[in-house]
């Protein structure tokens, strides 16, 4: 190497060899620059570890806390500190980015199999014929008399219901066949910010203990799409706004960090929401490149914006008020208002009158505020569209 290039040079994040800087790049699963050499191979070496649809220790062939050290996949227990030559550690999606990397082109890509928990109204549904899937099977549990009347009303004929998640027994999510994917929001009254009397995660009589049924549920397709040796992802989301302590023990229980997506990006109303899962890329740094529309944008041409986004929109009317003085978003003819029914749909990214199944106008309101947002589940969901068969569109 020249005395110039000696300046420039950099040691690699895997075998710290000094190579020209100008020839380093971004490793992909590790931080820090990589030479040339070890970029090809990792690629290759990454894909021995994804035969499999787990990943595990290459040393004691444990599936849990899994980093990469170097050149190699091992767990925490494994990591030979002698052999520290650098101090490599691996990125927080490492992960992500290597299923991403070898499911794109391995597989024969295969229409969905679905489990939605906590349905609610079918956003997950909505968004997946959204981003075009081809659906082959969408299991349902719902509960709640008014959003099974919405679910009914717009895909009556195309969803299996199951009930209660807690009459998902082993026999019974046995009896589904494959799940390639798993979504679900628990009720989040008991673990919110919002509600002083808030239960938590523990008391058997309120809705709190839900989130243990996703648990149970997620670990029993875990294990099964190990044994049957199919990609499997899953997705659980709650309230941003929750204790530390609810947050920790779900991710512990989950053995994942959440990441946080809030729907103002895409929408004139904030609604912070955790989420937990395997779906590629759903840590990315959230980069929005078109503004959201104004409220203007949203509200019937007659009415206009007071206030330029709204909060946090719940089940209740105050929810969207601003200020001390509980200032209403809306004006028409001279008085201020509150959102229409309609306006609500929209803020959350429905098309109009997607909640009106022959219900209470309280009713639908109720069902809109536990809502996912359709653009941030859209957004999350998106990276699986190259992993999956898309719908065959009709003509
Ligand atoms: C936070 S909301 C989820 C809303 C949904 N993500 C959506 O976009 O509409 C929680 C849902 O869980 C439902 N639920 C409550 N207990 C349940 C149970 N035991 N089994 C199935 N669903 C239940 C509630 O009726 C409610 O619709
Ligand atoms: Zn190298
Ligand atoms: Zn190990």
């Known amino acids: 190497m020249s005395k110039s290039a000696r300046i420039h040079a950099h040691p690699c994040i895997v075998c710290n060899e000094l190579v020209e800087k100008s020839l380093c790049q971004d490793h992909p699963w590790l931080y820090g620059l990589a030479c040339p050499n070890c970029l090809v191979t990792c690629k290759s070496t990454s894909a021995k570890w994804f035969n499999t649809v787990s990943f595990e220790c290459e040393n004691c062939g444990d599936i849990k806390n899994l980093t990469i050290h170097l050149d190699r996949l091992v767990c925490l227990n494994c ?26 082109n391995k597989r024969e890509k295969r ?18 014929d959204t981003l075009g899937f081809e659906i082959e099977e969408y299991f349902s549990c ?45 009720p989040c009254n008991e673990l919110s910010l919002a509600n002083p009397c808030r239960k938590g995660l523990y008391d058997p009589t309120t809705s709190g203990v839900l989130f243990f049924d996703f648990n149970r549920v997620l670990k029993f397709l875990q294990a099964s799409s190990i044994r049957n040796g199919r990609m499997f992802f899953w997705l659980f989301e709650n309230v941003a706004a929750m204790p530390h302590d609810f947050r920790d023990t779900i991710s512990k229980t989950l053995n ?57 929109l719940t ?53 809109l505020g536990r809502a996912w947002s359709v653009p941030v589940i859209e957004e999350i969901l998106f990276p699986l569209t190259t992993l999956y068969k898309k719908r065959q569109l009709k003509h």
């Open 256 to 312: 994942c960090k959440p990441a946080t997506w809030d729907a103002i990006q895409f929408l004139p109303a904030k609604r912070a929401r955790l989420f937990w899962g395997n779906i590629p890329e759903m840590h990315r740094k959230q980069i929005v490149n078109t503004p959201p529309p104004l409220l203007d944008d949203i509200l019937e041409p007659y009415r206009k914006a007071l206030v330029q986004s709204l909060p946090t």
């Open 79 to 104: 990591i030979d500190h002698d052999s520290d030559k650098s101090s490599s550690k691996a990125r927080y999606d490492w992960m992500e980015k290597i299923t991403l990397l070898h499911l794109k």
């Open 315 to 367: 089940t209740t009317f105050h929810s969207q008020t601003s200020g001390k003085e509980l200032q209403l978003p809306v004006m028409q003819d001279g008085n201020e208002d509150g959102l229409l029914i309609t306006e609500r749909e929209r803020l959350f990214g429905f098309p109009s009158h997607f909640t009106d199944a022959d219900i209470s106008l309280t009713k639908r309101q109720r069902l």
């Open 111 to 128: 229409p969905l199999r679905v489990l939605s928990l906590f349905d609610g109204i079918g956003t997950a549904l909505l968004v997946l």
């Open 142 to 186: 719902e509960i709640d008399d008014a959003a099974l009347a919405v679910l009914n009303f717009h895909f009556h004929g195309r969803i299996k219901h199951l009930g209660s998640v807690n009459t998902l027994t082993a026999e019974k999510l046995r009896s589904l066949g494959h799940i390639d994917l798993l979504l679900g929001g628990s």
